[in-house]
């Protein structure tokens, strides 16, 4: 299941339209809102507000008519998805982002029919991120998340079970089950692998280069200036260094805020080329990584290339890559020129991963062990 306009999303697949059931859901709560819900209560709620007041912390977020109406949404949302569980009657499903409202409502779904959800990390904060650091979770757990977080990293897993291992019952739990969507490009024998390497390959040996380096674009505000900056380092660096200029697949406005990157043409600076490959299959041939603040980062660690970050907020989201040496922090375009000259091939020393075929064994298990506790939950 997809939400979005599936005419238009460019990395859609053969996929059920959930907008059905999302827009349902928000209708259906729509109406209770107009009819006024009576057991649509927040016991304590005055308490809250003071705890959150006496920290300094700002309460304006936590307005009764916005909560209300999210908790509507997700409520009658999450029944849509049931009236699915129920004809499809799978033993597992996997979310992405389920702190969304339709992931909420999703994990609702899945926790009343005794269905084993699975949460897969998308990006690389892990368990950094805060949708994945609860410090008081009530015994029987809490409905709207996850039953199983499936994390990149051991640390990530290792950091997430130490609050589900406090519960009674096992309702929520941590695996280490890899970048799932790395593993076929860990395999030199794979055939999509191949088929790519062959690509880059092909364009490597046309025009010989002593260093490959990938840049991940982000077009976040306000960094105009670094990209403006990187421009002009690209455009008077050796012929024998090959820029691949890379921008996100998903960003409908591709080259917003970008400067005058994307502007430049020169034999060595690849960006329709560098754009038109997978992330990993480019990663599996690339000396270095830059970006301003990028998970892909982590990625690129776990194919044994260095990241450089253009920026140091970069600091606060990927901690563990710098203070491991994975990745490093250069904010500063002549000190990124004289790093960038002292380079060296990568050794492309991958990071061992989880063969995926026992990570999905062990959930088979780990679902009939949930259904049952889902059946005999006191």
């Given at each position: 299941?997809?939400?979005?306009?599936?005419?238009?999303?460019?990395?859609?697949?053969?996929?059920f339209?959930?907008?059905?059931i999302?827009?349902?859901?928000?209708?259906?709560?729509?109406?209770?809102?107009?009819?006024?819900?009576?057991?649509?209560i927040f016991p304590?709620?005055?308490?809250?507000l003071?705890?959150v007041?006496?920290?300094?912390?700002?309460?304006k977020?936590?307005?009764?008519?916005?909560?209300?109406?999210?908790?509507?949404?997700?409520?009658?949302?999450?029944?849509g998805f049931e009236h699915?569980?129920?004809?499809v009657?799978?033993s597992m499903?996997f979310?992405?982002?389920?702190?969304?409202a339709m992931?909420h409502a999703?994990a609702?779904?899945c926790?009343?029919r005794?269905v084993l959800?699975?949460e897969?990390q998308?990006?690389?904060r892990g368990s950094?991120?805060?949708?994945?650091?609860?410090?008081?979770?009530?015994?029987?757990?809490?409905?709207?998340l996850?039953?199983?977080?499936?994390?990149?990293?051991?640390?990530?897993?290792?950091?997430?079970?130490g609050?589900?291992?406090t519960?009674?019952?096992?309702?929520h739990?941590?695996?280490?089950?890899?970048?799932?969507?790395?593993?076929?490009?860990?395999?030199?024998?794979?055939?999509r692998?191949?088929?790519?390497?062959?690509?880059?390959?092909?364009?490597?040996v046309?025009?010989?280069?002593?260093?490959?380096?990938?840049?991940?674009?982000q077009?976040h505000?306000?960094?105009v200036?670094?990209?403006n900056?990187?421009?002009a380092?690209?455009?008077?660096s050796?012929?024998?260094?090959?820029w691949?200029?890379?921008?996100?697949p998903?960003?409908?406005?591709?080259?917003?805020?970008?400067?005058?990157l994307t502007?430049?043409?020169r034999?060595?600076?690849l960006i329709?080329?560098a754009s038109?490959?997978?992330l990993?299959?480019?990663?599996?041939?690339?000396d270095?990584l830059?970006?301003?603040?990028s998970?892909?980062?982590?990625?690129?660690?776990?194919?044994?290339?260095?990241?450089i970050?253009?920026s140091g907020?970069?600091?606060?989201?990927f901690?563990?890559?710098v203070?491991?040496?994975?990745?490093?922090?250069?904010d500063?375009?002549?000190?990124?020129?004289a790093?960038?000259?002292?380079?060296?091939?990568?050794?492309?020393?991958r990071?061992?991963?989880?063969?995926?075929?026992d990570?999905l064994?062990?959930l088979?298990a780990v679902?009939?062990?949930y259904?049952?506790?889902?059946?005999?939950?006191?």
């Open positions: 299941m997809q939400r979005g306009d599936l005419k238009t999303l460019s990395w859609a697949q053969p996929t339209a959930a907008n059905t999302v827009n349902w859901g928000e209708l259906q709560a729509f109406g209770r809102r107009v009819l006024g819900d009576p057991d649509m304590e709620f005055n308490r809250l003071a705890h007041r006496q920290r300094g912390a700002s309460t977020g936590l307005d009764q008519r916005v909560l209300r109406n999210k908790a509507m949404i997700v409520a009658a949302t999450a029944l699915v569980l129920k004809a009657q799978p499903c979310i992405v982002t389920y702190y969304l992931g999703l609702l779904a926790r009343r005794g959800s699975v897969l998308r990006e690389g950094r991120h805060e949708a994945y650091r609860w410090l008081a979770v009530p015994d029987e757990g809490y409905t709207l996850p039953a199983v977080f499936w994390s990149w990293g051991e640390e990530d897993a290792d950091m997430i079970n609050w589900t291992r519960l009674s019952r096992p309702w739990r941590a695996i280490h089950g890899g970048p799932p969507h790395l593993a076929s490009w860990f395999e030199d024998n794979n055939p692998t191949q088929a790519y390497d062959a690509k880059i390959r092909e364009i490597r046309s025009a010989p280069a002593e260093l490959e380096i990938l840049v991940a674009l077009n505000d306000g960094y200036d670094v990209w900056d990187l421009a380092l690209i455009e008077r050796p012929r024998e260094w090959r691949w200029l890379r921008r996100h998903r960003t409908a406005d591709a080259d917003r805020e970008l400067g005058r502007a430049i043409r034999p060595n600076v329709e080329e038109a490959f997978p990993p299959a480019l990663l599996r041939h690339m270095v830059l970006s301003v603040r998970g892909a980062a982590v990625e690129a660690s776990a194919f044994g290339v260095p990241s970050f253009l907020a970069a600091r606060e989201l901690p563990d890559l203070e491991t040496g994975k990745a490093e922090i250069v500063d375009i002549r000190d990124l020129e790093r960038l000259a002292s380079t060296r091939r990568a050794t492309g020393l990071r061992a991963q989880p063969k995926l075929s990570v064994s062990g088979d679902a009939s062990e259904a049952a506790l889902c059946a005999n939950p006191s």
